[in-house]
């Protein structure tokens, strides 16, 4: 967002749950001076009082309240700056839409949308405002993801041939996308969209090369009813919050949870979401086991698997190239003990992710480690920067780049981890590629993809890509 005044830039917040609570924070705290918090919605108005109160608590003033069905008219008639998007993902596009139509910038969490229509319109509407749109791909400002960023853009193993990424989610991360809303392919796209566009972006930021087609395979092979019942697991409770949970390692009781008992459990009478549905109940339908293939502009491929009910939760991903091979390896959480009630969900979101579950500490610890071994010659080990802060610093590092903007000059972030909208097309184009995939069990070129006006985010001819692909600087809009 470009500034033209010296008053506070206005912004509204659309989605109050819980990722919503880091924008809360730095709206009223570390970047109160440079923001100010005008106006919020929600489709639960219990939601919003319990918000309120925290604020009040805090010494600041309840924002305005939004009907999201007239998100355009009140941002108009409001002269709101920008507007944050964190409402659950199928709500994306028509929030993003109404934002830029009333006249303001989005920022908008990932993933962009969950389909291509939705990409569709959203292209529509910056193509008509001339509005900006940010997606917030965090996992960019990650001191490792960034470290092999640089070893990639310098050349160490040369031109990039291929890429294996393997993602792992424990059983207390994973689990919980089949306990919300997540667990509904129409809701969130499934985890190749929700999930892996994080992955997937990084891919595309490390190489700064654009898919062209996917080939996925997967299925839902361990939550749900049926999995359950061939392995004769029994009778369940339908949801966490019961006595007797602790003895359950796969439930979760909101009760335990100060966050997660005000935003839901005391909200259930106004609409009556469960945030806590049984990971082995019916109605999932998306899927636990993946694995993708993708081919590149340039050449190279790459292979990725997502598993969503690992004992333990990280990553690792090996880059080869004409010169040699660049390998991360990411624990985040080395073992899951228990359901022990003040065992963080997700381990990277928070500030002390190597804490929690000791089992297998000395076997499997929580770190980080970037080799680099070029051909005929041995590993080095590059250095990566520490950081404290969720998911590694990097939510701190991105709130930066938001309300301060990403620098120029001497300051310029030369490997470019501030994301546009097309580049949110550009890792949500593998998820969408991937999901008709799996229903139609071919490989999908992206360029087919009724993407409309966004299939700017892949150049005219994909066949005749440039040397230089454009990488997220110099596709900012």
Same mark, same amino acid.
């Given at each position: ?236 409770? &339908?949801? /966490?919050?019961?006595? %007797? *949970? #602790? +003895?359950? =390692?796969?439930?979760?009781? $909101?009760?335990?949870? !100060? ?94 992710? &190597?804490? /929690?579950?000791?089992? %297998? *500490? #000395? +076997?499997? =610890?929580?770190?980080?480690? $970037?080799?680099?071994? !070029? ?103």
């Amino acid at each position: 967002m470009t500034r033209t005044t010296d008053r506070r830039a206005r912004y509204a917040l659309l989605g109050t749950g819980g990722r919503a609570q880091l924008y809360l924070a730095a709206l009223t705290g570390p970047y109160a001076a440079e923001a100010e918090l005008v106006a919020w919605g929600d489709t639960n108005p219990g939601r919003l009082d319990w918000n309120e109160r925290r604020l009040a608590e805090a010494g600041y003033p309840a924002p305005e309240r939004i009907d999201l069905g007239a998100v355009a008219a009140y941002v108009a008639g409001a002269g709101i700056d920008r507007v944050i998007v964190t409402a659950p993902d199928h709500a994306h596009a028509d929030l993003v839409v109404a934002a830029l139509h009333g006249g303001a910038d989005v920022v908008v969490e990932k993933p962009l949308t969950t389909d291509a229509e939705g990409v569709r319109r959203i292209a529509e509407a910056v193509e008509a405002t001339g509005r900006d749109v940010v997606t917030t791909f965090n996992y960019r400002y990650s001191p490792r993801n960034a470290a092999l960023k640089e070893v990639v853009a310098r050349g160490d193993i040369g031109e990039v041939t291929s890429v294996h990424f393997e993602w792992l989610l424990d059983t207390s991360h994973g689990a919980d996308y089949f306990r919300r809303w997540h667990r509904r392919k129409a809701s969130s796209g499934g985890l190749l969209v929700h999930k892996s566009s994080h992955h997937f972006d990084l891919v595309n930021w490390w190489l700064a090369d654009l898919p062209t087609r996917v080939y996925a395979s997967g299925g839902l092979r361990f939550y749900g009813d049926a999995n359950a019942a061939r392995r004769g697991l029994g009778p369940r409770p &339908a949801r /966490g919050t019961h006595d %007797g *949970a #602790d +003895l359950d =390692p796969f439930a979760l009781d $909101l009760r335990d949870h !100060e966050l997660l008992r005000g935003l839901y459990h005391e909200q259930e009478a106004y609409d009556g979401y469960l945030r806590d549905q049984d990971v082995f109940s019916a109605g999932i339908d998306i899927e636990d086991n993946l694995s993708v293939i993708v081919d590149y502009a340039r050449g190279a491929t790459m292979t990725y698997a997502l598993n969503a009910h690992a004992p333990w939760e990280g990553y690792t991903v090996a880059i080869n190239g004409t010169r040699g091979r660049a390998e991360l390896s990411v624990v985040e959480r080395g073992a899951v003990e228990s359901r022990a009630a003040d065992r963080p969900v997700d381990p990277s979101a928070q500030g002390d992710a &190597a804490g /929690g579950d000791s089992a %297998g *500490a #000395d +076997l499997r =610890p929580t770190g980080e480690r $970037l080799l680099v071994q !070029e051909h005929f010659g041995v590993a080095r080990e590059i250095a990566v920067p520490q950081a404290t802060g969720g998911h590694g610093g990097a939510d701190d590092a991105l709130l930066r780049d938001l309300f301060l903007g990403a620098g120029d000059g001497a300051d310029r972030d030369e490997l470019g981890r501030a994301a546009t909208w097309l580049d949110g097309v550009r890792a949500l184009a593998v998820g969408v590629a991937g999901n008709a995939s799996l229903a139609g069990g071919r490989p999908v070129v992206v360029r087919d993809l009724p993407f409309g006006a966004a299939r700017e985010a892949f150049g005219d001819d994909l066949a005749d890509v440039p040397a230089e692909v454009p990488g997220p600087a110099a596709t900012a809009r």
